[in-house]
C-alpha cells in the first residue's frame, strides 16, 4: 500500500491511472475520451494534458491540450476547494443545441447527476468552491441552436456562434448570485460575421435577462466605449432582434461610435455611415430611444448638445424626433 501510495506521485503513474479512468468513463458514456498526460501536485495544482472529449454523435466536444488549476486550498474536512487560477490554452468547446431541446452536453451532465438530491445532513455545510482567476489562450468557441432558422450575412447570429482567437482574463468568479459575475480585463476575440473584438475589460454581471458592464472599455478597429453600459431582455435570443428586444442604458465618456459596429448586433444599421463621438446618457430601445445631455460630434465641426426622444431607427425617414437642443454648430464643409 506504501509502495502504490509512492507511485502516484509520479507523473508516468498518474498518466496511466488517468488513461484507465478516460478509457471507463467512455465506456460508461458510450463515446470517446482520451487524456496524454497527467501530473498532480498534492493540494497545489493540476496539469491535464491532451485531454479530449467527444459528444455521442462522435464530434468533438472539448479539446484542451493543456489545462492548469492551481490551487490555493483544499480542505475535504472544513469543504474548501479555493482556486488561484484555471488556465486553459489551445483549446476548443463546442455547444450543440437540438432540435429536441436537449444538447450535445446533456449526456455527461445526467450521467454524474445523482438523482433528487439526497437530505441534508445536519451541521454539514456544503463546499465552498471558489475561483480567484480564468485564463484563457487562443481558444475556439461554437454554438450552434439547431432549432433556430436565422440567418444572418456580415452579422453576428447568437443561434450560431463561431468564435476564434479567445483569449481573456477573468477574476473573482461569482456563479453563486448571479449566472456569472467577473472582472474581465483584455477580452478578445474574432467572429466569423467579421466582428473583431479587439479587447474588453469591465466589471460584468450575466443573468437570464440583463447584462451589466461597469468600469467599461470596449475597443474594436473602429470604436471605443466606456464607461457603463446595461441591456436588459426576456431571453437571450432577443440579440437576435436587438432593434426592439433589448433595452440599453448607458453612460458614454469619451467615446466613439461607428455605425459598421454597431450593424454586426442590428443590421437594419447596415447602410447608415455614420462615426460620432459621444458624451452622455442614453436609455431605451434602438427604434426608442432618450438621450439626456447627450453631445455628439460628426465630421470635423458638427457639434450638438441636448436632449433627445427618437422613435423609429434605424430607418432614418421614418424616425419621429424631439430635440431639445442646447448647443448646436456646424461648416460648410459638414453639411
Do not use: C, W
Not at 103 to 118: K, T, V
Amino acid at each position: 500500500m506504501v509502495v502504490a501510495l509512492f507511485s502516484l506521485q509520479f507523473k508516468p503513474v498518474q498518466t496511466y491511472v488517468a488513461k484507465k479512468a478516460a478509457t471507463y468513463l467512455s465506456k460508461e458514456l458510450k463515446t470517446k475520451i482520451s487524456i496524454s498526460g497527467l501530473y498532480i501536485k498534492p493540494f497545489k495544482s493540476v496539469v491535464i494534458e491532451g485531454l479530449i472529449i467527444h459528444d455521442q454523435q462522435n464530434d468533438t466536444l472539448l479539446n484542451t491540450p493543456r489545462f492548469i488549476v492551481d490551487l490555493n486550498q483544499l480542505s475535504l474536512k472544513q469543504r474548501i476547494i479555493d482556486v488561484n487560477t484555471v488556465q486553459i490554452n489551445n483549446g476548443s468547446f463546442y455547444l450543440k443545441e437540438y432540435k429536441d431541446s436537449t444538447s450535445n452536453l446533456d449526456f455527461i451532465i445526467n450521467y454524474f447527476d445523482s438523482g433528487a438530491p439526497e437530505k441534508k445532513t445536519p451541521g454539514k455545510k456544503p463546499y465552498k468552491v471558489t475561483f480567484d482567476r480564468v485564463i484563457l489562450n487562443n481558444i475556439a468557441f461554437k454554438y450552434k441552436n439547431f432549432r433556430s432558422t436565422v440567418k444572418t450575412t456580415g452579422a453576428v447570429n447568437f443561434d450560431d456562434i463561431n468564435l476564434t482567437a479567445l483569449n481573456g482574463i477573468f477574476e473573482g468568479l461569482n456563479t453563486t448570485d448571479h449566472i456569472i459575475q467577473t472582472n474581465i480585463k483584455n477580452l478578445t476575440f474574432r467572429e466569423k460575421s467579421g466582428f473583431y473584438l479587439k479587447n474588453l475589460t469591465a466589471f460584468t454581471t450575466i443573468d437570464s435577462n440583463a447584462i451589466e458592464l461597469k468600469k467599461l472599455l470596449i475597443e474594436t478597429n473602429q470604436s471605443r466605449l466606456t464607461d457603463y453600459y446595461q441591456m436588459k431582455f426576456k431571453s437571450f435570443k432577443d440579440f437576435n432582434k436587438y432593434v426592439t428586444n433589448v433595452r440599453m442604458a448607458a453612460s458614454f465618456k469619451n467615446s466613439h461610435i461607428a455605425s459598421r459596429d454597431i450593424a454586426y448586433f442590428a443590421p437594419e444599421l447596415l447602410n447608415m455611415k455614420l462615426d460620432l463621438d459621444i458624451d452622455g446618457e442614453i436609455s431605451g430601445y434602438v427604434n426608442n430611444l432618450r438621450a439626456k445631455k447627450l453631445e455628439i460630434k460628426a465630421g470635423r465641426a458638427t457639434y450638438i448638445k441636448g436632449n433627445y426622444i427618437l422613435k423609429g431607427l434605424p430607418n432614418l425617414k421614418e424616425t419621429f424626433m424631439d430635440l431639445k437642443i442646447e448647443m448646436a454648430g456646424t461648416n460648410k464643409k459638414d453639411l
